[in-house]
């Protein structure tokens, strides 16, 4: 299914005290960017989490965020640093008798002081990464499903709008067939009107007419058109990424609309190719967010 690269995911889970929670957001983006923020000594997992974004998605600036919050008493140790109590107790007993002041000291007193009560995380790693693992596939699996949402709903406007250039393609071709006729009633009539009912060179007249036929034809412009209108119609069909694809088609289409409207001497190809690139500028605005 054709995705959007823009969305939104969050998952979370909870065991024994331990919380996890993880935000996948992204937005537009030329290639695929991967940024990952969690807590430093979660940095092993940081790989495997880039690995496991990167199979679901190719394209897309993603920011992924995750917050760990441990309220269990597996693997966190406190210590105390009985060397260096001691060694406070014993200077400030000194200071005591030398300052002749009361030495009133007790156990709580000194577990305050810097450095005497240590905190370590003997965490189970292997333990923890499966853990967070299940809130990052939780994330990602509603991360996915909005760029797919959302990818569907652009390829529906999307797909609206082809449709009605290919249209207005139709209506030119119409147009088209009767330019050279036109243009040889026009340039009938105004010979005759400059030659003041002399008699008109018709060979001239028709070297003038092929002269503007060879200068205005657009019927290779428009199978082109066609063609790429064609190929757009089926590439949005396909499931696999098709952003940097369908860009080029539709800069292949603004390119022979802009061709056509330039060789057209013709007032309704004119109006009708304002409405192609009307259309066109719609559709490259829309590709830009679709992976």
Known sequence: MIKSMTGFG????????????????????????????????????????RKTISNS?????IDVFITFENYSSKGTTIRINRELA?????????????????????VIDVSKFPEI???????????????????????????????????????QDIEKRIYLIQDKVNEITKYSGTL?????????????ELMDNQTVDENRLMQEIVIFSDKSSIE?????????????LELIKQSSPIG???????????RETNTIGSKANSLEITNLVIEVKTEVENIREQIQNIE
């Open 180 to 192: 050279v006729e036109e243009y040889m009633k026009k340039l009938q009539v105004r010979v005759k």
């Open 117 to 155: 009560l240590k905190i370590e995380d003997d965490q189970d790693e292997e333990l923890i990464e499966n853990e967070l693992m299940i809130a990052v596939n939780d994330a990602l699996d509603k991360f996915v499903s909005m760029r797919e949402i959302e990818g569907e709903k652009l390829i």
């Open 220 to 232: 290779e412009e428009l199978t082109r058109l066609k063609s790429h209108i064609s190929q757009f």
């Open 244 to 254: 940097k694809k369908i860009d080029f088609l539709i800069q292949e289409i603004n």
């Open 86 to 106: 001691k060694e406070y107790i014993k200077e400030l007993k000194e200071l005591a008798t030398e300052a002749d002041l009361k030495f009133d000291l007790n």
């Open 57 to 61: 998605i190719s394209r897309g600036k």
């Open 10 to 49: 969050r998952g979370k889970y909870e065991n024994e005290g331990r919380s996890y929670t993880v935000e996948i957001k992204s937005v537009n983006h030329k290639y695929s960017d991967i940024n990952v923020r969690l807590p430093r000594f979660l940095n092993s997992v940081e790989d495997k989490i």
